[in-house]
């Protein structure tokens, strides 16, 4: 059989796998995993394994019983599958103690902030209805409940608790009884913490007042926004996460006998998409492969990696495989090394650059692209045009530098949906999206860079 029939059978093959295995999945399987999708700074996860807290990475998974916090200048995004976010400012805990499919394959999600604030960013589907998806906050003796799309803050203090509603509506139940928090409102919570005879009361403002974290919020909101629809990838599909991050980082083509793939910028011929990650062990999953690359979560837990003649590696939509420990590879070089997991241990493997978080304290005005590096250390957002730095480092194979966008403060308060000026120098940076409309588009069907 010729190269092309085989990858003529194999995408037919994926087509027809696609529908049957994710329904079979929805169907057999009640657990769930998320996405840790942005670390910037110190954040430490708690996988549920009973090894306790442990610095955590970017694309690392997230199921029912994990804890996520904080550090005082370090912040975090979880992404769900239809691309909702919940995000930690700094010094901030979170518990996820409920992340499940009823029996309908709705979402049931149930977080538990501990201390800190929250960003949320959601729109739950059919969530008025017995079968739509459920969301629900807790902290305090207080809850919150999406029942539509909604963006909102909630900071939790000893005393006191702040909701302020962005966009939709909450609706916030507590001892004292039910109250509707409309958009653009906020509502100021007294908590009777050390006396269970009083109730806590509740305050609604038609205003709300801009928090540090405000702006870092809004750029995440702008970069998924924009990046989101982007590049024309026409992947049909229940899981939307990650989405954003293949359509900044890389670009779609049609590919003779492969059909629709996906290829990161910046790769060249000895590039392999398993050189750079690691394994990180889950209860009731074991060891699972995770990609230290900022597009490396759809790529690994969806679909399958294929090696084409001429074209190098490149990632092909399919069906979701969350209980694989690595992703299916189809006509690998000889030589290619898929990593294994371990046999034993709890303990997270690196493999080559292994696993990465961004920085967010004194991060650079400048960064230097190697070729080989599919986007390695590039922080989401921090370079406008990174489809040009790649068509350029294409043209001449030699590195290319770029400036980036600053960071925002994790300590200024700004007043509004503003942005925030940062430091000059050279290196990585924090992430940032360009304030322009612009979009990154994939180039047309060719060789990719």
């Not at 303990?347 to 978080?357: E, F, K, N």
């Not at 960064?367 to 040009?388: E, K, M, Y």
């Not at 700004?414 to 000059?424: D, E, L, Y």
Request: proline fraction near 8%; include cysteine; charged fraction near 15%.
């Amino acid at each position: 059989m010729t190269i092309a029939k085989f990858g003529k059978t194999l995408a037919g093959l994926a087509v027809l796998a696609a529908a049957f295995l994710v329904v079979s999945a929805s169907a057999e399987s009640k657990a769930r995993i998320v996405r840790l999708s942005e670390v910037e700074g110190t954040v430490q996860i708690d996988r549920a394994a009973g090894d306790g807290f442990d610095k955590a990475f970017i694309n690392l998974p997230v199921i029912e019983g994990c804890k996520l916090k904080t550090g005082k200048d370090s912040r975090a995004e979880v992404e769900f599958e239809d691309g909702g976010t919940l995000r930690l400012a700094p010094d901030s805990e979170v518990d996820f103690t409920r992340l499940a499919l009823g029996d309908n394959g709705q979402k049931l999600n149930t977080v538990q902030l501990v201390s800190g604030a929250v960003y949320a960013n959601l729109h739950p589907k059919n969530a008025n209805s017995k079968a739509g998806d459920q969301f629900q906050l807790n902290f305090a003796r207080e809850s919150l409940t999406v029942s539509e799309a909604a963006h909102f803050r909630v900071e939790l203090a000893d005393d006191a608790a702040t909701i302020a509603v962005f966009k939709g509506k909450l609706n916030a139940t507590s001892p004292a009884g039910e109250v509707e928090v409309a958009e653009k409102h906020s509502a100021t919570i007294e908590l009777a913490n050390d006396d269970p005879a009083r109730k806590d009361t509740f305050a609604i403002a038609k205003n709300y007042e801009a928090e540090p974290s405000d702006a870092w919020d809004r750029q995440q909101t702008d970069y998924h926004d924009r990046y989101a629809s982007a590049g024309g990838s026409s992947i049909n599909s229940p899981y939307g996460y990650g989405m954003s991050d293949l359509n900044y980082y890389g670009n779609f083509m049609t590919v003779p006998g492969y059909g629709n793939m996906w290829q990161p910028y910046f790769t060249d011929a000895t590039w392999s998409p398993f050189q750079d990650g690691g394994w990180a062990f889950y209860p009731g999953f074991g060891y699972m492969w995770v990609s230290g690359y900022p597009w490396g979560w759809m790529p690994y837990n969806y679909g399958n990696w294929a090696f084409a003649p001429g074209y190098g590696w490149g990632w092909q939509p399919g069906y979701w495989n969350p209980g694989y420990g690595i992703p299916q590879v189809v006509n690998p070089p000889v030589r290619t090394k898929v990593p294994t997991p371990p046999v034993r241990g709890h303990q997270t493997v690196m493999v080559g650059r292994g696993l990465a978080a961004n920085s967010v304290a004194g991060t650079a005005r400048r960064l230097t692209i190697n070729p080989g590096s599919a986007g390695f250390g590039v922080p989401r957002g921090s370079v406008r045009h990174l489809d040009r730095a790649a068509k350029t480092m294409t043209q001449t194979s030699h590195p290319v530098t770029v400036a980036t966008a600053p960071p925002v403060s994790t300590t200024t308060s700004m007043a509004g949906w503003g942005t925030s000026s940062g430091s000059s120098g050279s290196g990585s940076t924090g992430m940032a999206p360009s304030p322009s409309p612009h979009r990154s588009p994939a180039p047309p069907p060719s060789r990719p860079h």
